[in-house]
């Protein structure tokens, strides 16, 4: 491996590798990225038929399944791949934020009390249900719309459509996704799961670009935002189990250096059958959020006596795969870009970029771990250039869970983060230890990196006043 | 020793073991749903189980699936598996367990995955699976 340039590595093509690796790191990054099997699977992607240009691994990089998180992978369009591997299991799993009018003094004292009302409006942990009954009928047009049938059903409202990745609603069809992963998405939505997946209220502690964050609604520090953190539930879980299964079955799997690297050719039945079952399970997600939005106004109406301007800022897709126009040798091509653990970082002029923010470039939300900062970026012409328009998504575990539960205890996490000001409801203590904000990477650290190359510019900071976790 | 758990960065990691591959595909089933939940859960319903593999590996991942499109579909939490039968790439399967309503569930399984995954015997069988969280 060599270093190309500042922040930016390079593992030349070697045995059945087509197109080189590149991986944007600081040294402190990329002596983590080193210690796991990222760097073999981000090689063993650059060997997937009709890869374009490099294969690649964005700041907080770590070992996912067949392709590592953080992993960034541009197919062509007649002789690549699409791969259920590419995407992850957890289908759209996603990020929105939300603006208020609201400032930290405003909440501060009610801040319990909010928590409490959440918790009960929003379906939290695992195996909680939803508090609503789809029909067939009705999940259906959840799978071919999305967000669209959420607004239609009166949670939230048309602009909010035009503040998410796609409209908040991809090309689903409803016809591709098997009657198992339906049955276990009908209890399921409008829930915000377990893990990882939370639903924050933040306020904002610095900015960066002043006139880019009073676009996107941000006016000054100490404003409150809110964060909702979460994914396609069991939905997404069983259309990537069933495409995962019908592919190793047609294709077979020992020409795969790892099975979890099973793929079909994007213009095949099977190829196509997969996109729209994954746009499904992503118009899942999208309707999920839409729904958790609608909750959120609602409690803070109640809690606050007002909810007034908590407009969606954007929400962005960080699991997914997606058909876009790309530069190719000097030529526009339409390329399949898996995103796994990467987040769309277009920048200005760029279509795909809702018509508000066009001038500027796409809003990227970046996550930290509960009880840390998270970061509000813009999208750059420089991330189209080097990393197909993409950045970093979050900060990416260190430790494991086991190691997490053995050196601490909910309790405790649930008292220091008190101590941070840092409110925090918990449906279960293990989770709240497994979560801990120590067993992550720095969500500082990998944002600087995107920052630097210029793959995502900050706009502003946010650290966390309240926390729900499943 | 039935099952054991490992250290997995971002997600969990188990052996399952047993003296025949049935014993060992059980005992698999049995770790998953000791970190789902830690409980003891009680044999009341009973549930029969078939899946099919194109291979060994297939077969375990769909196996153990059953349990997740069990729980999320039904609410079904395993206790005991009375009887399990592997023919060829074919598995058949009685267990019993009881609602998930009666219990607090701990962990959130999100998928089996054969990352890392191994069907091995010598003196016994063991199968090692990671689970994505």
């Not at chain 1, 915000?192 to 941000?218: S, T």
């Not at chain 2, 009375?82 to 399984?109: F, H, M, P, Q, R």
Request: charged share 30%; net charge negative.
């Amino acid at each position: 491996m060599k270093m190309i340039s500042e922040n930016v590595w390079e593992i030349p093509r070697e045995g059945k590798m087509r197109v080189p690796a590149r991986i944007f790191a600081s040294d402190i990054l990329m002596e983590k990225i080193k210690a796991d099997k990222s760097l073999l699977q981000v090689k063993n992607v650059a060997a997937l038929p009709g890869i374009q240009k490099f294969s690649l691994a964005m700041p907080d990089a770590h070992q996912g399944y067949g392709f590592s998180i953080g992993g960034v992978a541009a197919f062509d369009m007649d002789e690549g791949i699409i791969s259920p591997g590419g995407v992850g299991y957890d289908i759209n799993c996603s990020v929105r934020l939300l603006r208020t009018d609201m400032m930290e003094d405003d909440i501060s004292s009610k801040r319990k009390q909010l928590l409490e009302e959440l918790s009960k409006e929003v379906p939290a942990g695992v195996g909680r249900s939803s508090k609503m009954r789809l029909s067939r009928e009705e999940l259906d047009e959840v799978l071919s719309t999305g967000a669209k049938w959420a607004v239609k059903k009166g949670y939230g409202t048309v602009k909010d459509l035009k503040h998410i990745e796609e409209g908040g609603s991809m090309q689903g069809r409803p016809d591709k996704v098997s009657d198992l992963a339906k049955k276990r998405g009908m209890p399921q939505i409008g829930t915000l799961g377990a893990g990882n997946h939370f639903l924050e209220m933040q306020k904002v502690d610095k900015i960066f670009m002043p006139e880019v964050a009073e676009r996107f609604g941000i006016t000054k520090p100490g404003q409150v935002m809110v964060m909702i953190h979460c994914g396609s539930r069991g939905l997404g879980h069983q259309v990537a189990s069933d495409y995962i299964r019908a592919m190793e079955n047609k294709f077979g799997i020992s020409h795969l250096p790892d099975r979890e690297l099973i793929n079909a050719p994007i213009s095949s039945e099977l190829g196509q059958d997969y996109y729209h079952a994954m746009s499904a399970a992503a118009n899942f997600g999208f309707a999920n959020k839409q729904m958790i939005t609608h909750w959120v106004r609602q409690c803070f109406d109640k809690v606050f006596g007002s909810n007034e301007n908590m407009d969606t800022v954007y929400e962005v897709c960080h699991n997914i795969a997606k058909m876009e126009q790309h530069m190719i040798d000097g030529e526009k091509k339409k390329l399949c870009v898996h995103r796994k653990g990467a987040t769309r970082s277009f920048g200005p002029g760029k279509e795909e970029v809702p018509e508000d923010y066009r001038d500027l470039g796409q809003p990227v939300i970046i996550p930290g771990s509960m009880g840390t900062a998270s970061y509000l970026l813009v999208g750059t012409k420089k991330a189209e250039e080097i990393s197909f328009g993409s950045t970093a998504h979050g900060a990416g575990r260190v430790a494991s869970r086991s190691e997490a539960l053995r050196t601490v205890r909910g309790e405790q996490v649930k008292k220091e983060l008190k101590q941070k000001g840092i409110e925090v409801w918990g449906h279960s203590s293990k989770g709240l230890a497994e979560e801990a904000p120590q067993f992550y990477k720095d969500v500082d650290e990998v944002v600087r990196v995107s920052d630097a190359l210029g793959i995502g510019k900050m706009v502003a900071r946010v650290v966390p006043l309240a926390v729900l976790k499943g | 020793m039935k099952f054991k758990f490992f250290d997995h960065t971002a997600d969990i990691k188990f052996q399952a073991y047993g003296s025949s591959k049935e014993e060992a595909f059980k005992n698999a089933a049995l770790a998953l749903t000791e970190f789902i939940i830690e409980e003891d859960i009680k044999a009341v319903q009973e549930k029969t189980i078939e899946v099919e593999g194109m291979d060994e590996k297939q077969l375990l991942y769909s196996w153990l699936e059953q349990f997740l499109i069990l729980l999320d579909t039904e609410g079904f939490l395993l206790s005991t598996i009375e009887e399990l039968k592997i023919d060829g790439n074919k598995l058949k399967a009685k267990v019993k367990g009881d609602s998930a309503e009666n219990y607090k569930l701990t962990g959130d399984a999100k998928a089996i995955t054969y990352h890392d995954m191994e069907i091995t015997h010598d003196d016994g069988w063991m199968v090692q699976v990671v689970i994505d969280i």
